[in-house]
C-alpha cells in the first residue's frame, strides 16, 4: 500500500535561518506532488507541485523552493525564514486528479 | 481565478442529528468532488469523492452534486462527538487538474 511520510513533525527556527522540509511517498511510481501551507484558522494555500523528477511548478511567489531530486522525493525550502512563514505545512500526492490526494502528517513551523 | 466557497461556521448539532454542509464552486467543467475531514492539528483526511450528479452513500456520509446549480453538499446522519472537526471541500481544476480547496466549514457536535 501507499504511504506518505513527512518530517519533521514540529519546527521552531529563527528569522533569517534556512528551512528544509522533506516528504517521501512509498508504494507507487510518479505520482504527482505537493506542497500546501495553512496558516492558523485559513484554509489551505497550494505552494508547489510537480508532475515528474526535476519538474516543478510555482503557484505562489514568496520566499520558498521546492524540489524534486528523486520520483518520489518533494524538498521544500527557504534561504531566509521569514515570520510569516510560520504555518502548517503539508505535503501531498496523488496518481490523477480523479482520485483526490492524500496528505502527509504535517510539519508545524513556527518562525519566532 | 477559480473557487470554492464554503461557509466557515461553526456549524454546532446536537448528537444524533443530520449535520450538512454545503459548498459552491466556480469552474463549470469541474468534473471531481472531494470531502475531506479535519481534526483540529491533524492533516486533511478524504472521506468522501463524488463524479457524478446525485447522491453518494458511504456508512453514515451522503455526498450530493448538483453540476448545473455547481453545488456540493456532505450530510453526516446520526452525528457523533467524534465528528466535531473541519470539512474541506475541494474540487478537480479541469483546465490545470489540481484541487482547489474551500476555506472549511468547522463543525461542532455536542453530546
Known amino acids: 500500500s501507499q504511504t506518505i511520510h513527512q518530517w519533521p513533525a514540529t519546527l521552531v527556527q529563527p528569522v533569517g535561518s534556512p528551512l528544509s522540509l522533506e516528504c517521501t511517498v512509498e508504494?507507487?511510481?510518479?505520482?504527482?506532488l505537493y506542497w500546501y501551507r495553512q496558516a492558523a484558522g485559513r484554509g489551505l494555500q497550494l505552494l508547489f507541485y510537480?508532475?515528474?523528477?526535476?519538474?516543478i511548478s510555482s503557484e505562489v511567489p514568496q520566499n520558498l523552493s521546492a524540489s524534486r531530486p528523486q520520483d518520489r522525493q518533494f524538498i521544500l525550502s527557504s534561504k531566509k525564514l521569514l515570520l510569516s512563514d510560520s504555518g502548517f505545512y503539508l505535503c501531498?500526492?496523488?496518481?490523477?486528479?480523479?482520485?483526490?490526494?492524500?496528505f502527509g502528517s504535517g510539519t508545524r513551523l513556527t518562525v519566532v | 481565478q477559480k473557487e470554492v466557497e464554503q461557509n466557515s461556521g461553526p456549524l454546532s448539532v446536537p448528537e444524533g442529528a443530520i449535520a450538512s454542509l454545503n459548498c459552491t464552486y466556480s469552474?463549470?467543467?469541474?468534473?471531481?468532488f472531494f470531502w475531506y475531514r479535519q481534526y483540529s492539528g491533524k492533516s486533511p483526511e478524504l472521506i468522501m469523492s463524488?463524479?457524478?450528479?446525485g447522491d453518494k452513500e458511504d456508512g453514515r456520509f451522503t455526498a450530493q452534486l448538483n453540476k448545473a446549480s455547481q453545488y456540493v453538499s456532505l450530510l453526516i446522519r446520526d452525528s457523533q462527538p467524534s465528528d466535531s472537526a473541519t470539512y474541506l471541500c475541494?474540487?478537480?481544476?479541469?483546465?490545470?487538474?489540481?484541487?482547489?480547496f474551500g476555506q472549511g466549514t468547522e463543525l461542532s457536535v455536542k453530546p
Open positions: 501531498a500526492w496523488s496518481v490523477s486528479e480523479v482520485t483526490g490526494y492524500t
Open positions: 508504494g507507487t511510481s510518479n505520482p504527482n
Open positions: 510537480s508532475v515528474g523528477i526535476g519538474q
Open positions: 469552474d463549470r467543467v469541474s468534473q471531481s
Open positions: 463524488i463524479y457524478s450528479n
Open positions: 475541494a474540487v478537480n481544476e479541469a483546465a490545470g487538474g489540481k484541487l482547489i
